[in-house]
């Protein structure tokens, strides 16, 4: 492949990846709308734990939201957490995005207190956070370990917080669960180096 195709894909994949996260974002503002219009009818596809048929609402409770300010605390994080890892292919973006919300919400499933509601993308954020913390140690690809360490300044702060059990309101164990799948999921999908080719001298 020449240097200027190898260009042109890579132009073509960040195309992909920023249409693709605009669309999702725009998506948890249409459904907040839609929301607020039926008199909150969407929020009750929340997680409340351990009874089996809220099991149906493993994968749409990351897509609901409790409020506007809630869908905007979400939407930059998602958006470039999003767009950075989807840039490795939005094949692999989807099956880690769907790993990460189905083990999110299983989770909660299963160790949320009980009474409670939990939706929101924020489990899915704390997995993508993880995931490229770690994929590019896990790879030994410096481009992506640099990633990973610029993603950990800017939100490791918020991520510690959003782990604390004092914080009021927050699913701390959400956040908790998502975050180990994203790890789990950087050493799932990670991408092996190609073997060496031999060459006689």
Excluded: Y
Excluded at 7 to 20: H, N, P, Q
Excluded at 64 to 90: R, Y
Excluded at 117 to 125: M, Q, R
Aim: proline share 4%; with cysteine.
């Amino acid at each position: 492949m020449s240097d200027s195709e190898l260009e042109w894909s890579r132009g073509d994949r960040a195309k992909a990846a920023a249409k693709l996260m605009v669309g999702w974002v725009a998506l948890l503002w249409l459904l907040e709308v839609v929301d607020v219009l039926s008199g909150h009818a969407l929020d009750g596809l929340g997680i409340t734990p351990r009874e089996p048929s809220e099991l149906l609402d493993v994968v749409p409770a990351a897509f609901i939201h409790f409020g506007f300010a809630h869908v905007a605390a979400n939407s930059v994080p998602l958006l470039v957490m999003g767009f950075l890892a989807a840039l490795g292919g939005i094949r692999r973006f989807a099956a880690l995005c769907l790993v990460v919300i189905v083990a999110d919400g299983l989770g909660v499933w299963l160790v949320a207190p009980a009474h409670t509601n939990t939706a929101g993308a924020s489990g899915l954020i704390f997995g993508l956070f993880g995931f490229l913390l770690v994929s590019g140690f896990v790879e030994r690809r410096p481009l992506g370990v640099l990633v990973g360490l610029l993603i950990g300044a800017i939100w490791g702060g918020s991520i510690l917080l959003g782990l604390s059990p004092l914080q009021s309101g927050v699913s701390w164990q959400a956040h908790l669960i998502g975050l180990a799948a994203g790890v789990a999921a950087a050493f799932w999908f990670r991408r092996r180096a190609a073997e060496p080719r031999a060459v006689q001298g």
